[in-house]
């Protein structure tokens, strides 16, 4: 059903008011009323179904290429006259995570509801009555402190409902909704218990009624319809759980407002009639908010199709979440003090659900509209735990540099093109290989001016630089944690400390296609020393170059894993450098050139060299005539004269015993 039942009006609700609610009572307002079954819009790249959960496999190492977003419901929402530019921010207090249980304890409202004669005559035969249910107050506000340890309202052990769960999915009664209530609190005794198990029944059975919302003479929100259809839209799940939750003795309400679900756009105004509902219920002493349509699953992109795909988070959602996309009628309802403007709730950031689920605690900006400033947007994520990101800004990632953090992420945007852009970021937990990313936030970049020095190779790879990731592939302590090494004259170097039994690969690149694959490596030269790794770069001209390392383990035969890159930027259009001399399998990976380092040398001339190698009974360097060179204090040096050829190698006799030597490497002479 795409209408809603009621619309509470703030102004006609007292604290000392007790407002009862019967589905019949309030059809007739159904009329020009929408909802929104999602809280999420379109996403490039991933499949996300509304609720924050994507479903693409991202292919190897870091596309998002995918299906498109799941969609829910909605119908497109009008202008609003713009409130005051005063924004409220909502009251959050950070606690030490072992106070929560005292909190709750000291902001509770008494010993729970008084229990008074049956409201729906024979509908609560055989179960405990209840009170009426009555709108929030003074009394039930609270800045509800949110210490990050928790994303409900009230303490639950989820694993302490796995036997209750696992019981609720298989209840299978239709032929009345007191029946089923009897079957499910068969295994409830609390509250708490009997809450959950209706809800777990709904989100588990009740399937969103796409047909009927499209065509609303086939729709009935009534609790029966719904239970025997098994489908509706937000107005049936909603009825149903307050009816249920009646019948078993639960204060609960049926709420009504705006909602940033499906066809929902950054920055978007809201005016018009409700388009969503959800519940509130009352357990140990204070309301709690829930949304069963939104646990239940999502619908495919064309709006024909549902899918069950459960979600925890909205179950006893904490009020300070809650409100992220769901603005009630009655502002009492968002149990939150001071409560938030509609404007306020306009202009806020939308974070999906997985962005809680994840661990993530907050972003930066705030706002959902981000201008650049110079031809550049910055976003920055914190998290508790180390947590893998990625984004797509208009379906690509070229035009960023993302590093990781300890516990976050940090974003620089240059868009290089005027206007606005769609910026979505991704998540996933760092362990467990099989994990998907999630979409968790969204922005607007809006962009004046282009940064076209910011322009980045193809080739970068995000996220940019050093982190903790590759730390973990055996990278230590980089002489460079930034990701972008800056160079004058096209020269620079970057140390690492390498793990036990970790081999090493680099390559350079850049778009213009003046590096092969083999060219791009003969312009990187490794010195190891040690447990220490040096990579040298000699670039062959000014520009932007991606240096990409890969590793893998001494011991393994396979294929090198790519591990991260850095961005090299030369502005120097005088510097040109040569390739470094081609170097062959028997040169040792602890040997080392001292000189000379370009790989080619100048004609008729006579050039120094110098050269680190152990373990060796004699180094020739061969051009038109044969050179030897000498061995003083662990260095082999000499002088080799270019005259009348084109190539220069240098060999080892390894054994004296052996009268055959060994290329190692292998120099080029400038033509005359």
């Not at 756009?265 to 709690?288: C, M, P």
């Not at 199709?305 to 009628?329: G, S, V």
């Not at 149990?335 to 661990?359: A, C, R, V, W």
Request: some cysteine.
């Amino acid at each position: 059903m795409g209408t809603m039942d009621f619309k509470a009006d703030p102004s006609a609700v007292t604290i000392n008011l007790l407002l009862i609610v019967h589905p019949e009572e309030t059809a007739s307002k159904q009329k020009g009323q929408r909802e929104r079954q999602t809280e999420g819009g379109r996403g490039a790249g991933l499949q996300d179904d509304g609720n924050g959960n994507s479903r693409a496999q991202p292919p190897q190492q870091r596309d998002l290429n995918g299906r498109r977003v799941s969609r829910e419901p909605c119908e497109k929402t009008k202008t609003v006259t713009p409130y005051s530019n005063e924004e409220t921010q909502v009251t959050v207090e950070i606690h030490p995570k072992n106070t929560t249980g005292q909190l709750i304890k000291k902001l509770s409202l008494g010993k729970g509801p008084q229990r008074l004669p049956s409201l729906r005559g024979q509908d609560n035969k055989g179960f405990q009555s209840t009170e009426a249910p009555r709108s929030p107050g003074g009394k039930d506000l609270h800045a509800y402190p949110w210490d990050k340890s928790s994303l409900k309202s009230m303490p639950v052990d989820l694993r302490q409902f796995e036997k209750l769960d696992a019981y609720a999915l298989k209840v299978n009664v239709t032929n009345s909704v007191e029946e089923l209530v009897k079957a499910l609190l068969k295994q409830a005794r609390t509250d708490l218990e009997k809450v959950r198990a209706i809800w777990m029944w709904i989100c588990h059975h009740i399937e969103y009624d796409v047909v009927g919302y499209r065509d609303k003479s086939q729709l009935s929100s009534k609790p029966i319809d719904v239970l025997q259809t098994r489908k509706s839209v937000c107005e049936g799940y909603a009825e149903l759980f307050e009816h249920m939750c009646s019948i078993a003795g639960i204060q609960c309400m049926k709420l009504s407002g705006y909602s940033k679900g499906f066809g929902y756009k950054i920055g978007q105004t809201f005016t018009g009639d409700s388009d969503h509902a959800w519940n509130a219920v009352y357990l140990e002493g204070r309301w709690h908010l829930l949304d069963s349509t939104w646990g239940s699953g999502s619908v495919d992109d064309s709006l024909t199709k549902f899918t069950f795909r459960y979600n925890e988070f909205y179950f006893l959602t904490h009020p300070a979440l809650f409100i992220n996309n769901h603005f009630p009628d009655n502002s009492n309802w968002q149990l939150l003090k001071p409560t938030l403007t509609l404007k306020d709730f306009e202009n806020n950031m939308l974070h999906k659900s997985n962005f809680y689920m994840l661990g993530l605690l907050s972003a930066q900006p705030e706002t959902a509209v981000i201008p650049t400033v110079n031809g550049k947007a910055s976003v920055s994520v914190d998290c508790r735990a180390a947590t893998l990101f990625m984004f797509k800004l208009k379906g690509t990632d070229e035009h960023g540099l993302m590093t990781l953090k300890k516990h976050g992420m940090k974003l620089d945007i240059y868009p290089q093109k005027t206007g606005s852009h769609k910026l979505q970021i991704f998540a996933k937990p760092s362990k467990g290989s099989e994990a998907i990313y999630k979409c968790v936030l969204e922005y607007v970049v809006e962009c004046k001016s282009v940064d076209k020095a910011m322009r980045f190779p193809k080739d970068l790879h995000q996220p940019v630089g050093p982190s903790w990731f590759t730390e973990r592939q055996g990278f230590l302590r980089p002489s460079h944690p930034d990701p972008v090494i800056h160079t004058n004259d096209g020269r620079c170097s970057v140390t690492f400390t390498l793990g036990k039994d970790i081999s090493v690969l680099a390559s350079l690149h850049c778009d213009n296609g003046s590096l092969t694959e083999d060219g791009g490596r003969r312009h990187i030269m490794q010195i190891h020393r040690g447990n220490q790794i040096e990579l040298k770069i000699h670039l062959p001209h000014a520009g932007n170059f991606v240096l990409k390392i890969y590793a893998k383990k001494k011991s393994d035969p396979g294929n090198y894993d790519y591990i991260f890159n850095y961005l090299i930027t030369c502005l120097n259009t005088e510097a040109k450098w040569p390739a470094f001399p081609q170097s062959y399998s028997k040169w040792a990976a602890d040997y080392e050139i001292l000189e000379p380092l370009s790989g080619l040398l100048p004609a008729n001339r006579n050039v120094q060299f110098k050269l680190k190698m152990h373990g060796i009974a004699k180094v020739l360097v061969q051009a038109e005539n044969t050179y030897p060179l000498t061995q003083s204090r662990g260095y082999w040096e000499g002088t080799c004269n270019t005259s009348g050829c084109r190539e220069v190698y240098v060999m080892v006799h390894e054994n004296a015993n052996h009268s055959f030597y060994s290329h190692v490497l292998k120099y080029e002479v400038e033509a005359q």
